[in-house]
């Protein structure tokens, strides 16, 4: 079946550090992929997608490339903020099998004034 | 506007006790989706609604979870004969289309003692 495997965390970084997330994923089909954040107190939140091979999605200074070929969507940010503390989740919809999403354990990130 | 909706936030009930946990979709959203969050995981996918009938089920545990949208908006998920292990936080989710964006609700939080 489908699964998404992320890095675990915490994931502790200075103010304006640089981030990189991993995840690799599994699927049979042709996924769609995303990365959700959770900020504290906050429900889920779609962050950034990419829909096909070498897509990279971006959105508030962060960025994430479809790689088929090493099957991974790592999440990367030049400069991250102190607001950018959340958990950061990395899913993927196969859209050959299914309209549900299948999510990665989540990677906690904590920043650092 | 108003997003999707989950009530009660959090629930406490006892081991062998029957709840239900309802969401209020995004007016016009007509898929719907359930997901089940453990501790320090990633969302579970337990059930999928596009209308009123339930297009994908295979994520619920077992015959003791059960949900309905008897009129295409509104779906309850009902937990019959409770477990500690069903301890949790419940996610709805809805999209325009089952292959555009979901959103999330807050989540209700529940608690078997």
């Known amino acids: 079946g489908d699964s998404v495997t992320q890095m675990e965390g915490p994931v502790t970084l200075s103010e304006e550090a640089f981030l990189t997330i991993n995840c690799t994923y599994t699927?049979?089909?042709?996924?769609?992929l995303f990365w959700y954040v959770q900020y504290p107190g906050e429900g889920l939140q779609l962050l950034l997608k990419?829909?096909?091979?070498?897509d990279k999605g971006s959105n508030k200074g962060f960025e994430a490339t479809y790689r088929k070929e090493t099957t991974s969507f790592h999440l990367e940010k030049g400069s991250v903020q102190v607001s950018d503390s959340a958990v950061y989740f990395c899913a993927l919809r196969d859209d050959g099998g299914g309209n549900m999403l299948t999510f990665g354990g989540g990677t906690r990130l904590m920043v650092k004034p | 506007g108003a997003g999707v909706s989950q009530t009660p936030s959090n629930k406490v009930t006892e081991k062998g006790k029957y709840v239900e946990l309802r969401c209020d979709p995004i007016?016009?959203?007509?898929?719907l989706y359930w997901y089940r969050q453990s501790l320090g995981q990633g969302p579970e996918f337990l059930i999928y609604?596009?209308?009123?009938?339930?297009?994908?089920d295979s994520g619920l545990p077992n015959d003791r979870f059960f949900a309905v949208r008897p009129e295409g908006s509104v779906s309850t998920l009902k937990i019959q004969r409770t477990e500690r292990g069903d301890s949790a936080v419940y996610l709805c989710?809805?999209?325009?289309?089952?292959?555009?964006?979901?959103?999330f609700g807050p989540g209700t939080r529940l608690t078997v003692l």
């Open positions: 990419a829909t096909k091979a070498d």
């Open positions: 609604f596009q209308g009123t009938g339930a297009a994908d």
């Open positions: 699927a049979t089909g042709y996924p769609s």
């Open positions: 007016s016009g959203h007509t898929a």
């Open positions: 989710a809805s999209s325009l289309r089952p292959d555009s964006e979901q959103f």
